[in-house]
């Protein structure tokens, strides 16, 4: 076993430590979720969280809220900026949050690195311990600060979510040799709070496995990527229990059209039952999405210790 395969299925002790930190953000005002790259999707997933429990939220990436936050909300003031970021050197990240506190917004960051920049130059840190092994590869920390992020806009976490999320992680690891045997094209698809976390499954498994892959919502597949399915194609599909009607249909059709499903939460040519509802779907799925990249990469023989072209942080000169 690898040190990135071993560390993502070592990660829950420390969603256990994280439970219950007192975070919560108050306030009416615009929530700003900023990061880049995995943080960014995390970022879009908790925007999408708090608005659907009754905020107010945009995610942007950190480059564009340090130069263009025009083109994205006119008031920095009326915001509260919530910055993402692993590491907390992250160059747009730090100067999102930077830039944002000059023009007078409140900033918290979420990070695991207490010393960092980011937590230098914020108002308030939510943070905690992750694993001393975690490598290049971001995994054990995306779940945390999804999980620190959740707690922030007021989501209880309940104790039992890392038994569920192994669980998932374990029963999608047992089907993945048969399901993934010849397919070099995957698509995730995922709606409103899951779109973030689809976009960070083919993020992960594109960086883990240097294999093409996308993301979407899901009725958006049917409008044109649609036309790349064949027998070289996985789709996730992510379900969300409010949509899940016209997700089946959508899973049907690419079936048809020779796509092999992983279907979480319903069905596909392997489906896997969840144990939550849509509001811990997003955390409950990350361990299982890690696992997968893991997996294709080790089919391909690429050893996700050191990805091609990748550095745990990208800090700009
Ligand atoms: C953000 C990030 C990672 C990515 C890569 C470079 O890091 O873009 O998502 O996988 O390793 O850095 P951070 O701001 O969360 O530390």
Redesign the pocket.
């Given at each position: 076993m690898n040190t990135t395969e071993k560390v993502i299925f070592e990660q829950f002790p420390y969603w256990e430590k994280a439970i219950g930190a007192n975070t919560s953000v108050e306030g009416a005002e615009l929530l700003v979720f900023v990061?880049?790259?995995?943080?960014?999707?995390l970022a879009l997933s908790l925007a999408a969280y708090a608005n659907m429990s009754g905020r107010k939220a945009i995610a942007v990436p950190?480059a564009e809220w340090q130069s263009r936050p025009s083109a994205f909300w006119s008031d920095w003031q009326a915001t509260h900026v919530i910055a993402?970021?692993?590491?907390?050197?992250?160059t747009e990240?730090v100067a999102a949050a930077k830039a944002s506190r000059k023009a007078g917004a409140f900033v918290t960051a979420i990070?695991v690195?207490a010393e960092s920049s980011?937590a230098r130059n914020c108002d308030r840190l939510v943070t905690s311990e992750t694993h001393p092994q975690e490598g290049?590869?971001?995994t054990v920390?995306?779940s945390l600060?999804v999980l620190l992020g959740m707690q922030a806009i007021g989501q209880p976490i309940p104790g039992s979510i890392g038994a569920s999320a192994r669980k998932l992680a374990n029963a999608l690891d047992a089907v993945l040799p048969t399901i993934i045997a010849d397919r070099s094209h995957f698509v995730f698809l995922g709606g409103g709070p899951l779109f973030g976390v689809a976009l960070e499954g083919a993020?992960k498994l594109m960086?883990m496995s240097q294999t093409m892959t996308q993301a979407f919502h899901p009725l958006e597949y049917r409008h044109g990527p649609i036309s790349l399915v064949d027998e070289k194609t996985a789709v996730v599909m992510l379900y969300s229990s409010d949509q899940k009607e016209a997700e089946v249909k959508l899973v049907e059709e690419l079936r048809e059209k020779g796509a092999a499903v992983i279907g979480i939460g319903g069905p596909g040519d392997v489906g896997l039952p969840i144990d939550v509802d849509l509001s811990l779907t997003g955390l409950l799925v990350l361990p299982a999405l890690q696992i997968l990249g893991e997996r294709v990469a080790q089919a391909r023989q690429i050893d996700t210790v050191s990805p091609r072209h990748?550095?745990?942080?990208?800090k700009l000169a």
């Amino acid at each position: 076993m690898n040190t990135t395969e071993k560390v993502i299925f070592e990660q829950f002790p420390y969603w256990e430590k994280a439970i219950g930190a007192n975070t919560s953000v108050e306030g009416a005002e615009l929530l700003v979720f900023v990061g880049c790259g995995t943080s960014y999707n995390l970022a879009l997933s908790l925007a999408a969280y708090a608005n659907m429990s009754g905020r107010k939220a945009i995610a942007v990436p950190g480059a564009e809220w340090q130069s263009r936050p025009s083109a994205f909300w006119s008031d920095w003031q009326a915001t509260h900026v919530i910055a993402l970021s692993r590491s907390g050197e992250t160059t747009e990240t730090v100067a999102a949050a930077k830039a944002s506190r000059k023009a007078g917004a409140f900033v918290t960051a979420i990070t695991v690195e207490a010393e960092s920049s980011l937590a230098r130059n914020c108002d308030r840190l939510v943070t905690s311990e992750t694993h001393p092994q975690e490598g290049i590869v971001m995994t054990v920390s995306a779940s945390l600060m999804v999980l620190l992020g959740m707690q922030a806009i007021g989501q209880p976490i309940p104790g039992s979510i890392g038994a569920s999320a192994r669980k998932l992680a374990n029963a999608l690891d047992a089907v993945l040799p048969t399901i993934i045997a010849d397919r070099s094209h995957f698509v995730f698809l995922g709606g409103g709070p899951l779109f973030g976390v689809a976009l960070e499954g083919a993020l992960k498994l594109m960086e883990m496995s240097q294999t093409m892959t996308q993301a979407f919502h899901p009725l958006e597949y049917r409008h044109g990527p649609i036309s790349l399915v064949d027998e070289k194609t996985a789709v996730v599909m992510l379900y969300s229990s409010d949509q899940k009607e016209a997700e089946v249909k959508l899973v049907e059709e690419l079936r048809e059209k020779g796509a092999a499903v992983i279907g979480i939460g319903g069905p596909g040519d392997v489906g896997l039952p969840i144990d939550v509802d849509l509001s811990l779907t997003g955390l409950l799925v990350l361990p299982a999405l890690q696992i997968l990249g893991e997996r294709v990469a080790q089919a391909r023989q690429i050893d996700t210790v050191s990805p091609r072209h990748l550095t745990k942080v990208v800090k700009l000169a």
